[in-house]
């Protein structure tokens, strides 16, 4: 009887997680957003690894803490889905990838823990082959209880293609994505972005 009892208690706690997160679109369109639901975890830790350690490319860790739409308050168990180009500045499909192959390999999720931090570590991304495109994370935010939508790009100060007109695009969603990075005796660069919920986002 007690077997039967967790095996209920489970069945509902499960349904519970499942109802926590909606796939409901918010903040005006959101090309592919979708896509941060094909593959993703049962189980999203605060940090996670994007890339295999033999990945061509510069080593990159990126952390933050997501905050409140007061700005001064963690929001703890917001889910941040991430893709990227590779070192050739390509979406480049993954051994077996079957899912969201249209974001590449190069992709995957963190959930804030209770101080709302969070960090990811992957390889900086090149700009779109031929073209002077800065390079850039691609983020949507997934919050319990209210839907996903997508926030501006990672960028980085020094990256010469993000040019004064390029910032000029910047609608600073969820707070300012250029970031500065600095590389460390190891050779990893090293950034931090702060996000705030529902800043700037249409009809949030």
């Known amino acids: 009887m007690k077997l039967l009892y967790v095996f209920f208690g489970l069945i509902i706690a499960l349904s519970n997680c499942a109802q926590t997160y909606t796939k409901k679109q918010i903040g005006g369109p959101c090309e592919d957003c979708q896509m941060m639901f094909e593959g993703m975890p049962a189980r999203i830790e605060a940090k996670t690894n994007l890339v295999a350690d033999t990945e061509p490319g510069e080593?990159?860790?990126?952390?933050?803490?997501?905050?409140?739409?007061?700005?001064?308050?963690?929001?703890?168990?917001?889910i941040l889905y991430v893709y990227q180009t590779d070192s050739k500045g390509l979406y480049s499909r993954g051994n077996n990838q079957t899912q969201a192959v249209r974001h590449g390999h190069i992709r995957g999720w963190v959930k804030t823990n209770a101080t709302g931090e969070y960090e990811f570590k992957t390889i900086r991304p090149a700009s779109y082959p031929n073209s002077n495109s800065p390079q850039h994370?691609?983020?949507?935010?997934?919050?319990?209880?209210?839907?996903?939508?997508?926030?501006d790009e990672y960028q980085f100060e020094d990256d010469p293609f993000l040019t004064v007109?390029?910032?000029?695009?910047?609608?600073?969603?969820?707070?300012?994505?250029?970031?500065?990075?600095?590389?460390?005796?190891?050779?990893?660069?090293?950034?931090?972005?702060?996000?705030?919920?529902?800043?700037?986002?249409r009809n949030y």
């Not at 990126?62 to 917001?78: E, H």
């Not at 994370?137 to 926030?151: F, L, M, N, S």
């Not at 390029?166 to 190891?186: D, M, P, Q």
């Open 59 to 78: 080593p990159l860790v990126i952390r933050g803490v997501i905050y409140k739409p007061d700005g001064k308050t963690p929001a703890p168990g917001v």
């Open 137 to 151: 994370i691609h983020p949507i935010v997934c919050e319990p209880d209210k839907g996903y939508y997508w926030i």
């Open 165 to 201: 007109h390029e910032k000029s695009k910047v609608v600073n969603r969820g707070g300012s994505g250029i970031i500065s990075l600095t590389k460390n005796a190891a050779g990893v660069w090293h950034g931090r972005r702060d996000i705030i919920l529902g800043l700037n986002v």
